[in-house]
């Protein structure tokens, strides 16, 4: 329907599609109320909800937890590839591109557990098949016993040639953390050169990568100076961004907690992130800040989408917006099995 119009209709159509799609997304009261409930309860909760068809297919072969986290990843995986097929023009050129993120964090998922020794079915369970590698390719992968083996098969994708140099190496040291930078500063690099290529939208992808790489690099900035010091953080850095790698490194090097984020607020002027940065003075968990910063990414993207109604924006507004419903269902369901207090629970939620 959308690819048979022209004009700027196809760029209404599918903005005004995902912005129906995005007011189905559960209300914030919603998980507060599934704080109070059984995996049973929250489990026939989600099957009165968009994921309902998955609940109803998955729930011969799973059951509790197991097919909570299949059924999102399905209908994730699924709501992604409708938005895809909607998607017209250059719209969807950015779309695809950026979807190529899942291909990254789907491979990492295999090779962390093949490292571990899980079974093929746990890992499956939390893959979603929404970038350029598909379901039956991932599986092929999933069959391999070893992530040597894993790193082999992909030979022919455009992750292979960074994942084969850096195996040995990841293997060896016990970690992926080396490989995964290597590959999302590939990614990001790629996502640059098509926003600038000069297609219509390019600009407003550009605002959206930039900001996506910023709130990446801050991230990283909290991560590292938590951790054991690390002279020089640049490798670790993502170029592109609102900061040169040399600020980073720069504002990396400040001893003081809150004179680095002082110095952070003053480049960075983006106002969600901005407040989001004066909420993080004094002791903080990681994870707080994690939550933190993409909380205020996700105000900045809806901003962003106000200002540019028919473009790019809204659709990656509903992307990330649906994203996190599903990582903040995993994060009630997994605290439940775990036993998690509601108010540990409530912390991990994005809303």
Known sequence: MAQAMSG??????????????????????????????????????????????????????????????TALSWNLAKEYQNILDITPGTLKVFIKA???HWDIQNILTLLRGKMQG?????????LIPAGSLDRVFLDRLLMEETPERVAETLKGTDLYHIVNREISRAVEAGTFSHMENELYKEFYAGLLDIARAGLKGGSQFLSFIQLDIDITNIRNLFRLRADQFVENIRSMMIPGGSFSVDE??????????????????????????????????GARSGHEIDVGLTRSQLEQMERMSKINPFSVHPILVYLERKRYEVVNLRAIARGKESNLSADRIRACLVI
Not at 28 to 57: C, G, Q, V, W
Not at 255 to 280: C, G, H, S, W, Y
């Open 248 to 281: 980073l490194q720069q504002m990396y090097v400040i001893k003081d907690q809150n004179e680095f984020i002082e110095t952070l607020q003053k480049r960075m002027t983006v106002k969600p992130v901005q407040e989001a940065l004066e909420a993080m003075k």
């Open 118 to 126: 899980l079974r093929p079915g746990k890992i499956k369970e939390v």
């Open 98 to 100: 950026y979807l190529r």
């Open 8 to 69: 700027p209709a196809p760029y209404i159509y599918v903005c005004t599609r995902t912005r129906v799609r995005k007011a189905k997304l559960l209300p914030p009261e919603e998980y507060a109320r599934m704080l109070n409930m059984s995996i049973h309860e929250i489990t026939r909760f989600i099957e009165e909800t968009e994921y309902k068809k998955e609940i109803d297919e998955l729930g011969t072969s799973f059951s509790g937890i197991d097919l909570i986290e």
